[in-house]
Each structure stands twice: as structure tokens, then as C-alpha cells.
């Protein structure tokens, strides 16, 4: 069976495309190939800057034979009819076979579709594979029509057979024609040589200084980088990612390693390291007994008759323009930060944060008043809390930030020290971004966890102020992440926090930054107002009686068409934070039940548990959502659920029936039996107990003490029937069932619970 | 890396080398265009030029100028006013990138010793309404060029699609003949009898604009600027094709564009000005954009744009 090669040789391929491409041509090229019936053994891809290839082993010779049998119209069916079903089948007349069936006879046709040998399929496949390639960007050149990354120049393919013979696969896209060349290292081996199977192909490529496959040249470039570093006492600061593109820059991997000028050792490690890596692909190489990053690692695409010098001396004087522009930065922004920063956070006040919003100043003053207001809950200082919001963003100024964005937070962490500011303010500087997501680490230091807080809350209720919540998997602002963000600092650092009166506050402060972009004196004042009544004592129902009481309606609103809409009345402004806060915590709810369901917790426990009250206090719902969830895990959990759940049935039916509330008055002298009296005995002791154990938010004690009550229950149904003649005797059961079904619903909502 | 006999000596010669060469090509050797311009894509040579089906071929340098790039002549590396040197090809011949390399070698960049890649770059100009796909070059990781094959310009497709070599001139001299600071680049022959260097010309002028671009421009002026220029291109557009005193059809594309770069340099001055802030920069270039879109609706219907009566 022949082996089949494909190579794309093409411009220069981007680095972060190539090994996505080499994939979908594999895919794409071995599914055509079995779709036309052409099945094989295996298949592999390859690529590299110019080239994708992909080799196929143990392809069909040709596609088999097909028969296929077909029923046709009756015998007497309109000429029309038969005529359709000739063409529609391919065949003539005289082939059709008649046959006898219960409503008369009947045409059928035998078609057969020979088989066709594979260089036909390959073709085929091969073209539609080429003209439907899904490249992330493509685009055309010259006068051709043809899409690809970059300028396509030469189709190799050829199918090798058993006996080693090759053949060139006659196909031609826009005037590129398959052949059975191609062309080594662009400067190394200049030239075209002919390639007969893939195992030639793949050491003639060597032999023309090129590495075809991308993980062998990863691992060469990672085994020079080490080795050098190595035997200078050094190593090389791991990055998978930098490795992977710049294993996609190369087809001739020659790792160099370098020196960083003296005068740039002092920068800080991370801007050493983001400058060498975004500017020039740079590996860092740190000495592992001061942690430092003395030198760094360049990957050539050559070997040079001078050992890499020149090119070696050319990347170094590259880097040091480039270090010699972060150092400017970093001493410009030193003498800010030495200064205390204030320029950089005047500047704020010119940079939009988003044009329903305002700018990232206002946005300051609210998570500064979030951040004070959220401290108490989170053990911190509610001075240093405020210091620390206003302090979080400045570094979004500093000249470092602009330059590298990616070095936000981290700049603001060492201008605070520079500053002489606080730890904990220097800390909440970095910290306050994260968590970035799920597996990113959650900031434990009070003051870091209140800024954090705040800055994530004030996002979510700006956008849902403004209605820009996520839609399907549209969520541009990251508030998911913003939301998920929230829960794990909440509910990781254990604080007690009603999120509903952060929730209202951020919301009126995002509110009245809509509206003080609105211009609008009357409706800014009005909520001003609002906002800090919310903040004072009385809280929300003060701020919501403000909005009630001012006559925003009579405001004509003259822009922004969506917010005239949310807000025709004052009433109805009121209405509005009321509903997007429910809104809002409902978002937090179904972002907590996906945070939850990753732990193992089923999303009916969640339910259950977010039916109490108190479901804002996203620890506590945690809290007894795991414990609930452990409980249904044990044997007395899952048969207490069905004893709830029979006493529940019970209880509805008679309640039905009956038209009265079983809910009070269960007797212990209307008891007949031991069971029942037994019943009473287990609820009388363990009630209170649990009662106690819940108020006290220590539910591992209240799902114990509800499972001694797992065999009483059990015990009652088995020997009691509820539904006696007795009216006295059955009240008192049915009484008796509503003081288990009143228990249980203390702990969670099971009725909400599946099973 | 100035040690092989073969290297230029100066700035001007890197300039005259690429000149021949590109002659050598067949390129038609163009002179900067008459006009403010940010860079060498703004000359209609290139932009103009790679709209329609006639093919095309030139080379030539551009004076440049980014008012915000001004540092009083004191950077080593940056300067309001600086050269771009511009290849337009169209259509984009299959050999473009052996040519730009030949290009290299033919400054004296021994392609031996050096580590030349074609980097991920893709290119896109807001205020042109244009975009390509293509490489910026490095040489020993360093950029000397940016290679593009133009997609789309002033909101037409490219067919043929061009392809654009440009090369920041300063930059690639300092490299090509070992300086760290381009102020001190020869721009002449140092053995001249009066050698002159890059600063010798230019320090003093960049001081001069620099001051004016960042403090002294009169900005209500400059607005003024850019109101006249933007609804002037309009007016050309909108005179009727048939000019009555001649009798022939005279669409005035060129004309046109060249206020709609008049506007695009006033805006930068009013950029570098600071009189600009965020939320206005993206609608001033809209209406920048707007105008290279008319310019580029009106090409296409010129002899030059490929119309055919």
C-alpha cells in the first residue's frame, strides 16, 4: 500500500499559526481521503516557518467498488417519473431490473460506482483541503485569486509505492503545480532537490539544515539554552510558551547566549524579563543564588562561520537600546512615585474607563468607597483599604505600564515601596487583579482582599448598570471572571459578607457615574444623595427612598436613548437598582453554582441551599452547601432525603385533600405506638440541637444531629400508618411528619434536592 | 558591524545604494512627495497607486514626520522628522522576498554572517482605511524593514495586491555602519572635504520643531486647518467629472488627496499639540479615514485607477 507525502511551502508562516495549521491539515486531509474511501494506517504533520507537510502511511492503492441497489417507480409510473429516476441513478433503461411487489412492479437499479486509484482522490481532496484551509487571517498576491497565510509557492506530493517507487500526484491550484521538489534552509542550502518518500525527505532536510519537526527543534533549542547556562552556573528561566514560538521562528535552531549590560542589573527581574521576551524573543537566564537575570538566551535560524558573533552582537546592542528605554522608564517613574504619584493619578482623570462610565478617576472615588466599606467584613483597616484603592491604578500612568501593559500591578507594587507607602498598600497594588482565574492564586492579606473586592465589584455593576452583561459565550468586559473573582476571595478567605450591600452601594455609585455623565444636575444630586445615604448606616432602604421620593421624570434626558429607557420615572429608578441587584446576585448564584460543581457538588444541593435565606452570604451558601452535599454522600443523609421526602408527600397530599396546614400540635399522648413515641423522643432531643447548630452556622453539627434521626424516621414509617380511621390519632401523625418536614427545611430546601 | 570593504560608508550612500538597486529592478526611481507626510505609505505612489488593475513598480524616499516622535534632537534614535525609503510592487512578483534580500546585501549586510527572519507584523493603517498582511524583518533581532502585501486601502480590495517594502533609513544606516547614536551617523563621506554627520543636518531643525510641534503651533489655527482641508477634498469630489472648459472628463482624485493628507498632518500636530484626548483621537481619524475613502472611490474611476470609458 503507498505511502503518501504533502509539503506547503510557503512564505514565512506565523510562528503562533503553524502548529494549529499542521493540524487541520491532517485532519482535513486524512477525512477527505477516508470520506472518498481511501482509509490508512497512520498519518503525522509537521511545520516550520516556510513548510507544513503531512505524511500519510498505508493509504489505499484505490478506493474500492460500491454497489448500491435502488428502487425506482412502478412500471406504469408517468414517462417523466422514469426518466428522472434514470438520470437521478445513472443508468440506461435496459439496465433496470423489474420486480414483482404486493402493489405491482417495480424498477430497481444496480449502480456501481468503480473505484478510483488514490493520485485521482489525493487530488481532489487535496485542492478542496488547499481553497479551504481555515488559516485565522489569510489573504491574496500578485494576480492570483488563491488565499493562503502568506504567498504559497510549491506543492510537493507524491505517492511512494510498495516497492519504492515514486509518483508525482498531478494537481494544479491557481497555477501551482504538485511536483516532487523542494527547497532546504533559505540561507544555509539554498536551491531545490527531489524528495522520493517521506523517511528521504525528512534527513535530506536535515542535510539542508532544516529541523522539520517543531517539538524536536523545541527540545534542541531548551537542551542548547540549558546546557550553555549550565556551565556558566546558571538557569535558564523556563517559558513554554516562548519556547513553542520561537521553535515556529526557526528551521536551524542555534541557541546564543548573551550579556546584559551592568547598568540594567538593577532593573527590576520581571522588566528585564517582559522587555527581553516581547521585544525580542529573548530567553531569560537567572543565577539561581541571587535570583537574578544576568544574562539572556537569543535562538538564531543558523550556524555562522563565526560562531554567532556577529549575530550575537547585533542582538545585544538591540537589547540594550531596548533596556536603555526601560531604564529611562523606570528612573522617570521613580522620580514620580518618590513624589508620592500624584501626577499619575491626576492624569487618571483624562483616561476613559468606558464613555457610560467615565473616567478611571471616578472609577477610583467608587472603589476607594467600596474598598473602605468592604474592609470591616475582611479584617481590614478601613483607612489603609481606601489608601490602597486609590493607590491600586496609578501604575496605569507610569511610563513602565505603557510600555509593557502587561507589567500592571507588579510596577504598581514596587512604586508604592519606592514611596515609602505601606506594605499592605504596596501588596494590595498587585494583588487586587487577581484572582485572574480559576487556578490563579486568591490574595490573602485583608487589605489586598477588600481593594480586590471592590475593583471587581465596581465592574460588574458599572456593566450591569449600563446593561452590558455577558451574553452566551460574548462576555468582552471578563465578568464572569469578575463574578467568579468575588466568590473565591469570599468564600477561600472564609469572610462573612452579605454581598447584597456592596452589591446596592456599587450599584448606586455605578448609577451615579451614568448619570453624572449624563449632565443632568438634578438626577446627579439626587443620587449623590442616594449614594451617600447607602453608605450611612441606614443603607439601602434610605437611598432607595431618595430615589423614590426625587422626580427624576421630570428630567428630560437628552442622550443615551437605553438609559432614558431603564429610567422613565423615578419610581421606577428605584424599581431598577432593586432589580439589578436581584439580577446581579443571581449572576453570582449561577457563577457559584459552576465554581461549586467543579468542587463536586451537585446542582440541586446548590439549589436547595440558595432557596434559604441568607443566600448572599456566599460563604455561609458554600458552607452549607459542602455540608449538605457530604451528608447526601452518606447512608444516613440519602434515607433521611427519602424519609423527608415521604413525609413531605404525605403532608401534601392530606394538606390537599384536607384544605388546612398540618404544621402545629403534635401530641406525644395521641401516640399509639413505640415507633411514634420513639419519633417524638429523637425530634424532642435533637431539634433544639440542630435549631442551635444552624443559628451558629456550624452545619456539620446540624447534618449530624439531623442523622440520629434517619432511623427513628425510618423506623416510623415502617411500622406506622399515617392515614389511620382514627381523625385524632391521624392528625397527630400528620402533625407529627410537619415537625420533621419544618427541621429539614431549616437546613436546606430538599424538596429541591433530586432523588 | 562595519568591517567588511564592501560596506557603505554613509547615510546618503546606504540611500544610493538602494536607489541602484532598485533601478536595477526596474523600479521607477520617484522623488519624495511635495508634502507633509507620516510615512512613505502616504505618498499617492504607493497609496493611490496600489488601487486598480494597472501594475506598478517604484521606489523612492520620504521625508517623514511624527510631531510626537520630537525629542529637541537630543534621542540617539527617534526624531520628528525622519526617512523612510518606499518599494511598491504591482503585482507582487513571486520573488519579492529574494529581491528585498538581494536589497540587504546590496547595503553591504553579508547575509553569511547574519541572522535575517521575517517576523509575524501584520500591518493596518486606521487613517487610510488600509491593512495587509506581512513580516517586519529582523536582522540579529534587530527591525530594518517592514514587507507587506496590501489587502484592502481606503476600503477596496487589492487586485492585483501590491507589495510594500519599507525601510526606516536612520535605523537600518545605524546598524549598517555601527552607530549607537544616529546623530552621529556620516551623512556624507567622512573623508569628504567637509564631512557632515545625521546631526550636523538635522539636531538644530529638530530642536526648532519640536518646540513648535509640542508648544507653539497655534491649535485654533491648526483646527481651522483641518476643517478647510476636509470639507475642501469633499468639494473636489463632489465637481462633476466633465470639466466644461476642456470638455474632458478630469476626475480630481489627487487633488483631493492631498487634502486628506493636509488633514492627516494637521491632526497629528494637534496630536502632539495635546489638545486631542482619547475618545476624540478615534473621531478624528474616522474623518481622516472617511477622506482616503472618497480619495481611493475617486481613483478607481481615473485612467491611472484602472476605469476604462
Not at chain 2, 222 to 231: N, T
Request: net charge negative.
Amino acid at each position: 500500500m503507498p505511502d503518501l507525502l504533502i509539503e506547503l511551502f510557503s512564505e514565512e508562516i506565523p510562528a503562533r499559526m503553524q502548529s494549529r495549521a499542521a493540524g487541520d491539515l491532517r485532519t482535513r486531509m486524512t477525512d477527505g481521503l477516508v470520506e472518498a474511501g481511501l482509509t490508512y494506517a497512520g498519518a503525522a504533520a509537521f511545520s516550520t516557518p516556510r513548510r507544513l507537510t503531512l505524511t500519510v502511511q498505508g493509504l489505499l492503492a484505490a478506493s474500492p467498488t460500491t454497489h448500491e441497489e435502488r428502487k425506482g417507480p412502478h412500471t406504469d409510473a408517468p414517462e417523466k417519473a422514469i426518466e428522472g429516476f434514470l438520470r437521478g441513478a445513472g443508468v440506461s433503461r435496459d439496465a433496470l431490473e423489474v420486480r414483482d411487489e404486493k402493489k405491482g412492479q417495480v424498477y430497481f437499479a444496480r449502480i456501481t460506482k468503480p473505484g478510483r486509484p488514490a493520485d485521482v482522490i489525493v487530488a481532489e481532496v487535496l485542492e478542496s483541503v488547499i481553497r479551504n484551509f481555515p488559516w485565522p487571517k489569510s489573504m491574496r498576491w500578485g494576480s492570483g485569486s488563491l488565499r493562503w497565510v502568506r504567498p504559497l509557492h510549491s506543492i510537493l506530493c507524491v505517492l511512494t509505492d510498495d516497492a519504492g517507487e515514486a509518483s508525482v500526484v498531478a494537481m494544479e491550484v491557481d497555477g501551482i503545480k504538485a511536483d516532487n521538489s523542494t527547497e532546504g534552509h533559505r540561507f544555509m542550502a539554498p536551491g531545490a532537490f527531489k524528495v522520493t518518500s517521506f523517511d528521504q525527505y525528512q534527513s535530506a532536510l536535515r542535510a539542508h539544515h532544516v529541523i522539520l519537526d517543531a517539538d524536536e527543534r523545541a527540545e534542541a533549542i531548551w537542551q542548547d539554552a540549558t546546557n550553555q547556562a549550565f556551565a556558566a552556573g546558571l538557569e535558564v528561566v523556563e517559558d513554554r510558551g516562548l519556547l513553542a514560538e520561537v521553535a515556529g521562528l526557526v528551521e536551524w535552531p542555534v541557541a546564543l547566549m548573551g550579556e546584559i549590560g551592568a547598568e540594567f542589573l538593577d532593573l527590576p527581574p520581571e522588566v528585564l524579563q517582559t522587555s527581553m521576551k516581547e521585544h525580542q524573543k529573548f530567553f531569560s537566564v537567572k543565577n539561581p543564588k541571587t535570583g537574578r537575570i544576568e544574562r539572556f538566551i537569543t535562538v538564531a535560524n543558523r550556524e555562522t562561520a563565526d560562531n554567532g558573533a556577529t549575530i550575537l552582537g547585533g542582538n545585544q546592542k538591540v537589547l540594550s537600546a531596548r533596556l536603555a528605554d526601560a531604564k529611562f522608564f523606570w528612573q522617570n517613574d521613580l522620580r514620580v512615585a518618590e513624589t508620592g504619584g500624584q501626577p499619575w493619578l491626576d492624569a487618571l482623570d483624562n483616561v476613559t474607563f468606558h464613555n457610560k462610565l467615565g473616567s478611571q478617576a471616578e472609577r477610583i472615588d467608587r472603589i476607594a468607597a467600596l474598598a473602605r466599606e468592604v474592609a470591616p467584613a475582611v479584617g481590614a483597616d478601613p483607612d489603609l483599604a481606601e489608601q490602597a484603592a486609590r493607590w491600586a491604578k496609578a501604575d496605569l500612568s507610569s511610563e513602565m505600564v505603557n510600555e509593557f501593559p502587561e507589567l500592571q500591578g507588579l510596577m504598581g507594587r514596587y512604586y508604592a515601596e519606592a514611596a515609602g507607602m505601606p506594605a499592605e498598600v504596596a501588596a494590595a497594588a498587585q494583588g487586587h487583579y487577581s484572582p485572574l482565574g480559576p487556578s490563579d492564586d486568591v490574595p490573602a492579606a485583608p487589605v489586598s482582599v477588600a481593594v480586590a473586592l471592590a475593583d471587581k465589584l465596581d465592574i460588574l455593576t458599572g456593566f450591569w448598570v449600563i446593561d452590558e452583561k455577558p451574553t452566551g459565550s460574548k462576555d468582552p468586559f471578563a465578568l464572569r471572571r469578575a463574578a467568579l473573582g468575588i466568590i473565591r476571595l469570599v468564600v477561600e478567605n472564609g469572610v462573612t459578607l452579605p454581598i447584597s450591600t456592596p452589591i446596592t452601594i456599587s450599584m448606586l455609585l455605578s448609577m451615579k457615574a451614568c448619570v453624572d455623565l449624563l449632565e443632568k444636575k438634578k438626577i446627579e444630586d439626587t443620587f449623590q444623595e442616594a449614594g451617600s445615604a447607602a453608605l450611612s448606616n441606614d443603607g439601602l432602604l434610605s437611598a432607595l427612598n431618595i430615589l423614590k421620593s426625587a422626580k427624576l421624570g421630570d428630567v428630560p434626558l437628552r442622550t443615551e436613548a437605553d438609559f432614558v429607557a431603564i429610567m422613565p420615572t423615578a419610581n421606577r429608578g428605584a424599581e431598577i437598582v432593586k432589580a439589578r441587584n436581584d439580577d446581579l446576585l443571581s449572576f453570582f448564584h449561577d457563577r457559584l453554582k459552576v465554581y461549586l460543581r467543579d468542587q463536586g457538588i451537585r446542582h440541586d444541593v446548590i439549589d436547595a441551599c440558595i432557596a434559604m435565606p441568607g443566600n448572599d452570604d456566599l460563604a455561609l451558601l458554600v458552607k452549607r452547601a459542602t455540608a449538605l452535599s457530604d451528608f447526601l454522600k452518606t447512608d444516613d443523609g440519602e434515607n433521611l432525603l427519602q424519609g423527608f421526602k415521604r413525609a413531605n408527600n404525605i403532608l401534601t397530599q392530606a394538606e390537599e385533600k384536607d384544605g388546612v396546614e398540618y404544621s402545629y400540635g403534635a401530641d406525644i399522648k395521641f401516640a399509639e405506638t413505640d415507633e411514634e413515641r420513639a419519633l417524638f423522643a429523637a425530634l424532642d432531643a435533637q431539634t433544639p440541637i440542630i435549631t442551635a447548630a444552624l443559628t451558629s452556622e456550624d452545619f456539620a453539627s446540624a447534618m449530624s444531629a439531623m442523622a440520629t434521626l434517619r432511623a427513628p424516621i425510618d423506623a416510623f414509617f415502617e411500622a406506622v400508618q399515617v392515614n389511620t380511621d382514627s381523625s385524632i390519632v391521624r392528625r397527630n401523625r400528620l402533625n407529627l411528619l410537619s415537625r420533621i418536614r419544618r427541621i429539614c427545611l431549616e437546613v436546606a430546601d430538599l424538596t429541591r434536592v433530586e432523588g | 558591524m562595519a568591517e567588511n570593504g564592501n560596506n557603505p560608508r554613509s547615510f546618503q550612500e546606504i540611500i544610493l545604494r538602494l536607489q541602484a538597486y532598485w533601478a536595477e529592478q526596474g523600479c521607477a526611481m520617484l522623488q519624495p512627495y511635495d508634502m507633509e507626510v507620516g510615512a512613505g505609505t502616504f505618498h499617492p505612489a504607493t497609496t493611490l497607486r496600489s488601487l486598480g488593475s494597472r501594475p506598478w513598480a517604484a521606489a523612492y524616499v520620504q521625508p517623514s514626520r511624527r510631531p510626537t516622535d520630537g525629542r529637541y534632537g537630543d534621542s540617539p534614535n527617534r526624531w520628528q522628522h525622519y526617512y523612510q525609503y518606499q518599494v511598491i510592487i504591482k503585482p507582487s512578483p513571486p520573488d519579492l522576498q529574494a529581491l528585498y534580500l538581494g536589497s540587504l546585501s546590496a547595503i553591504g549586510i553579508d547575509m553569511d554572517l547574519h541572522d535575517i527572519r521575517f517576523v509575524e507584523d501584520d500591518w493596518e493603517s486606521p487613517t487610510l482605511g488600509a491593512w495587509g498582511l506581512g513580516w517586519e524583518v529582523w536582522c540579529d533581532g534587530m527591525e530594518v524593514s517592514q514587507f507587506t502585501y496590501f489587502q484592502q486601502v481606503g476600503g477596496h480590495d487589492c487586485a492585483p495586491v501590491s507589495g510594500e517594502l519599507t525601510y526606516g533609513l536612520e535605523r537600518l544606516a545605524m546598524y549598517v555602519l555601527g552607530y549607537d547614536d544616529g546623530n552621529e551617523l556620516p551623512f556624507n563621506d567622512p573623508d569628504a572635504p567637509i564631512p557632515l554627520t545625521y546631526g550636523d543636518v538635522f539636531r538644530e531643525a529638530e530642536a526648532q520643531y519640536a518646540r513648535w510641534n509640542f508648544d507653539v503651533a497655534d491649535t485654533d489655527m491648526l483646527l481651522q486647518h483641518f476643517i478647510d482641508a476636509e470639507a475642501e477634498c469633499a468639494r473636489i469630489l463632489e465637481v462633476p467629472d466633465i470639466d466644461p472648459k476642456t470638455g474632458r472628463r478630469i476626475v480630481m482624485a489627487l487633488p483631493a488627496y492631498d487634502q486628506c493628507i493636509k488633514a492627516s498632518h494637521v491632526f497629528n500636530l494637534l496630536d502632539a499639540r495635546g489638545v486631542i484626548s482619547v475618545t476624540e483621537r478615534q473621531a478624528y481619524i474616522g474623518r481622516v479615514r472617511a477622506l482616503a475613502k472618497k480619495c481611493a472611490d475617486a481613483f478607481v474611476m481615473t485612467l491611472a485607477g484602472g476605469w476604462a470609458a
